[in-house]
């Protein structure tokens, strides 16, 4: 069966998924997820594209990445960081075979019903991703989480990240931008911990 087209576009915001083989828990180590966000500083010095948001569960990842006007598109830049840590955790763990499950999966966030909306809950939704599933108490836990730099003014993440257009418009200066979006985290907290309020996925 035929494999759907992606839709290839410039100067919009992919939010990325890809589940590890069979679900393994492979992105579990700290040296792997090290190594992932060099790979992914590799990808940003080699191809020009904006990363926006990143975090790794154990056995899968969420990505935003914003595509540039004359830039890779999203296949050609998902394909190198996919393959680059593939075969860096063979290399290490001396094995061969794939690393990961099947095809990312993408959802281009301006071409959603609301996207400010898909792009705040989809933020929120990453930030949570690990703290949902039992792994953090906070998503302030994991040093790969780079929901952090919308809320904390010290956290200096491991890649580059680059913010969207959609949190700029947030505030007239970091400040207000940072209030606001800690605004929607304290809702999006409350709802998580409230076991009555089911919070929604993104759709991917």
Same mark, same amino acid.
């Given at each position: 069966?035929? =494999?759907?087209?992606?839709?290839? !576009?410039?100067?919009?915001? &992919?939010?990325? &998924?890809?589940?590890?083989?069979?679900?393994?828990?492979?992105?579990?180590?700290?040296?792997? =997820?090290?190594? @992932? #966000?060099?790979?992914?500083?590799? @990808?940003?010095?080699?191809?020009?594209?904006?990363?926006?948001?990143?975090?790794?569960?154990?056995?899968?990842?969420?990505?935003?990445?914003?595509?540039?006007?004359?830039?890779?598109?999203?296949?050609? *830049?998902?394909?190198?960081?996919?393959?680059?840590? @593939?075969? #860096? &955790?063979?290399?290490?763990?001396?094995?061969?075979?794939?690393?990961? %499950?099947?095809?990312?999966?993408?959802?281009?966030?301006? !071409? @959603?019903?609301?996207?400010?909306?898909?792009? *705040?809950?989809?933020?929120? &939704?990453?930030?949570?991703?690990?703290?949902?599933?039992?792994?953090?108490?906070?998503?302030?836990?994991?040093?790969?989480?780079?929901?952090?730099?919308?809320?904390?003014?010290?956290?200096?993440?491991?890649?580059?990240?680059?913010?969207?257009?959609?949190?700029?418009?947030?505030?007239?200066?970091?400040?207000?931008?940072? #209030?606001?979006?800690?605004?929607?985290?304290?809702?999006? =907290?409350?709802?998580?911990?409230?076991? %009555? *309020?089911?919070?929604?996925?993104?759709?991917?």
């Amino acid at each position: 069966m035929p =494999r759907d087209l992606r839709t290839w !576009l410039p100067k919009v915001t &992919y939010h990325c &998924y890809s589940r590890c083989l069979e679900m393994r828990n492979l992105l579990e180590s700290v040296w792997v =997820r090290e190594m @992932a #966000a060099e790979v992914i500083n590799m @990808a940003l010095e080699k191809y020009n594209f904006q990363l926006i948001q990143m975090e790794f569960v154990d056995n899968h990842f969420h990505f935003m990445i914003r595509t540039v006007e004359n830039g890779e598109n999203i296949s050609r *830049i998902m394909q190198y960081i996919k393959a680059r840590i @593939a075969e #860096a &955790y063979n290399r290490k763990m001396n094995r061969t075979g794939p690393f990961w %499950h099947d095809r990312f999966k993408c959802k281009i966030i301006e !071409l @959603a019903q609301n996207p400010v909306s898909y792009y *705040i809950n989809a933020s929120l &939704y990453i930030g949570y991703n690990r703290v949902a599933k039992g792994l953090d108490a906070d998503p302030r836990d994991s040093k790969y989480n780079t929901f952090r730099i919308m809320v904390e003014e010290d956290y200096i993440p491991p890649v580059k990240i680059t913010f969207h257009p959609y949190f700029l418009a947030l505030g007239r200066n970091h400040t207000e931008r940072m #209030a606001k979006f800690k605004s929607y985290d304290k809702a999006y =907290r409350k709802r998580l911990f409230n076991k %009555h *309020i089911p919070v929604p996925a993104p759709p991917l």
